[in-house]
């Protein structure tokens, strides 16, 4: 039997108010890739996942990462080129650019809910992803920037 492989290159572009993101793994797939592209001096969302899970691995550049140590309190820690990070589901985390600064993301797909807690875009209610995927199930047609 023959099997339809496809091999076709993937990347789709989302401009973001503190820089961009690439995706380079279908929307189909069990698990996401991403490059965030950080501006350097801006923040991404305090948020948190109730059932994503996501690791980092910084390319390019200088960031820091706040989020919860073991007690619950918020920590910065600038991150080290060479060395992974990982987020587990209910830890607050966000992403600042000390200068322009490439990360890689993998994660599970976008499943459950993501909470924003704070933001410097005064993007209230649901993140930009889960309302794509509403818009998405809806069979709304969304274009890439």
């Not at 929307?27 to 996942?49: C, E, F, T």
């Not at 992803?129 to 890439?144: Q, S, V």
Request: with cysteine; net charge negative.
């Amino acid at each position: 039997m023959k099997k339809k492989f496809n091999n076709e290159p993937y990347a789709r572009r989302i401009e973001k108010p503190w820089g961009w993101e690439i995706h380079f793994v279908p929307d189909d797939k069990p698990y996401m890739g991403k490059i965030l592209h950080l501006n350097a001096g801006a923040r991404l969302s305090l948020q948190y996942h109730d059932e994503k899970l996501e690791s980092w691995f910084l390319l390019r550049g200088r960031a820091k990462l706040i989020w919860d140590d073991e007690n619950g309190n918020l920590v910065e820690l600038e991150l080290e080129t060479g060395k992974g990070y990982s987020c587990e589901v209910g830890q607050r985390h966000r992403f600042a650019g000390i200068t322009d600064c490439d990360v890689i993301e993998v994660s599970t797909p976008e499943i459950g809910k993501t909470y924003r807690l704070d933001d410097d875009y005064n993007r209230a209610g649901q993140t930009e992803d889960e309302a794509e995927r509403e818009r998405r199930n809806k069979g709304i047609l969304i274009t890439d920037k």
